[in-house]
């Protein structure tokens, strides 16, 4: 199949866009977030919920059999069975609370369940939760039921439990094929039984499988990442998201087991993202917003060629502007323009539920000015191109004079060949599709203190 995207940037490009950004899962971006002494802005911003808005429900599940050494994410080993009762009942008493202060019955049109790894609970716990869910909104027969998966601790006698719930969308974590690679990260996952279990998946006619792969892994090299790369081709997932290993060891206690020395080296680091993007290509696979790659007839891929994508915590998506409501420790939501983190450990989500409370731990409502810079970020990340006209009428504002000083500062980015901005649009090259947070970053108005500090923000590298 011929290449969507032919422009591949040079090493000397790469080098130079590499600097730590945020991700803008959301913008305002979390640190800049306040503490919250209350879940009573959230629940004020649940009463405002407008009825036309479809929810996105989210359930965090922060537990994993064994701790990876490169894991990021909210999660702790599980011990012993009585801890995923404990916290299914406090998921279920927080969509009681949440429920009771929406105004109706709310139309559902996506749930994702992410961790962690949810399919640590066990089956009357998934059921506990999901019936209450139907219970308290209205979920849409063709709603998106999306979960993250481990083939190596999901037996089939769980897949099948949720391929018959109707989950009709997993991922899988790959990272690595390559089974030194995943000893020195700390896993076992093995190409047979992913294959496996993908065919146990396809069987079932499920709408999508995608899988996370990730470059900078200690040991990765390029004949290994080719090896993966055709391994994962093979099994021809719908989409495939690429990120970045990002290493903080000062921040997370379990990145201390990977040995620094056995991280690729910046240069090989590059090579192993421009091989990548150049391999899914070659195979077929269009590269859609900023580190996913789509077959073209999926669903995302069609949406990004659309120029209709768009993205919430949970990645992209093709579902139009919803609402999302978070569950479960450390969860994100986002309603009524209103962000909100929960409580990231479980004790204090416990006793925060106990009371009553909502059990928000951060949180922002926006202003005018943030509601225009996230949309001009989102349409950046999600489709490339900022139209004009759009702007201004949703806004009322003139875009060539609010954003004076960040037009000026696209002009190096510009004679890099990276964006154009013309009367009507503000649009990324098609070499400046891979450099797509750089471009957003312009637009920010925390980042240089315009608008206050991201008080002891550590972001990522945009490769
Ligand atoms: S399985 Fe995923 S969430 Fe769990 S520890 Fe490993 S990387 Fe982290």
Do not use: W
């Given at each position: 199949m011929k290449p969507t995207n032919a422009v591949i940037p040079d090493k000397d490009l790469v080098r130079e866009m590499d600097v730590a950004a945020?991700?803008?899962?959301?913008?305002?971006?979390?640190?800049v977030w306040h503490p919250a002494e209350s879940g009573e802005a959230y629940a004020d911003a649940l009463r405002n919920h407008k009825p036309d808005i479809p929810l996105t429900l989210y359930f965090h599940v922060p537990f994993c059999p064994v701790i990876c050494h490169y894991c990021g994410c909210n999660t702790a080993k599980l011990?012993?069975?009585?801890q995923t009762a404990e916290y299914v009942d406090a998921l279920l008493r927080e969509i009681r609370l949440v429920r009771a202060l929406l105004p109706q019955r709310r139309r559902v049109a996506q749930i994702h369940w992410g961790g962690g790894?949810?399919?640590?609970?066990k089956e009357d716990e998934f059921r506990a939760v999901l019936d209450l869910v139907r219970e308290s909104f209205d979920v849409e027969d063709d709603a998106e039921l999306a979960i993250e998966t481990n083939p190596m601790t999901c037996n089939d006698e769980k897949l099948h439990f949720l391929l018959g719930h109707g989950f009709n969308r997993f991922s899988i974590g790959?990272?690595?094929?390559?089974a030194e690679v995943q000893r020195k990260i700390g896993r076992n996952q093995t190409y047979e039984r992913t294959a496996e279990f993908c065919g146990l998946i396809r069987a079932h006619g499920v709408r999508s499988l995608n899988f996370d792969l990730v470059y900078g892994?200690?040991?990765?090299n390029l004949g290994k990442a080719a090896d993966t790369l055709s391994k994962v081709t093979r099994l021809a997932p719908d989409r495939i998201a690429v990120y970045s290993f990002a290493f903080l060891p000062t921040l997370r206690?379990?990145?201390?087991?990977?040995?620094?020395?056995?991280l690729p080296e910046t240069d090989l680091k590059f090579d192993l993202y421009l091989m990548t993007i150049e391999r899914l290509q070659n195979a077929g696979y269009a590269m859609i917003g900023m580190d996913h790659f789509a077959r073209p007839e999926d669903e995302l891929a069609a949406a990004w060629r659309a120029q209709r994508l768009r993205r919430n915590f949970m990645g992209y998506t093709t579902n139009a502007d919803t609402d999302v409501l978070a569950f479960g420790a450390t969860g994100i939501g986002d309603v009524s323009g209103y962000y909100y983190q929960n409580e990231k450990d479980n004790t204090p989500y416990y006793e925060r539920l106990n009371r009553g409370?909502?059990?928000?731990?951060r949180h922002i409502t926006l202003d005018a000015d943030d509601h225009i810079r996230r949309t001009v970020i989102m349409d950046l990340l999600c489709?490339?191109?900022?139209?004009k006209e759009a702007v201004e009428k949703r806004f009322s504002i003139g875009f060539d004079r609010y954003f004076d000083l960040e037009l000026s500062r696209l002009e190096p980015l510009a004679a890099k060949g990276l964006v154009q901005n013309g009367p009507a649009a503000v649009e990324a090259t098609a070499l400046g599709r891979y450099f797509l947070r750089n471009l957003a970053l312009v637009f920010d108005n925390y980042l240089d203190g315009r608008k206050g500090p991201a008080k002891g923000a550590t972001f990522s590298r945009t490769v």
């Open positions: 945020p991700r803008y899962t959301s913008y305002p971006t979390i640190p011990e012993c069975a009585a790894t949810p399919s640590t609970l790959v990272q690595d094929f390559d892994l200690p040991g990765q206690e379990n990145q201390k087991q990977i040995v620094a020395s056995e409370d909502l059990p928000v731990q489709n490339g191109i900022v139209r």
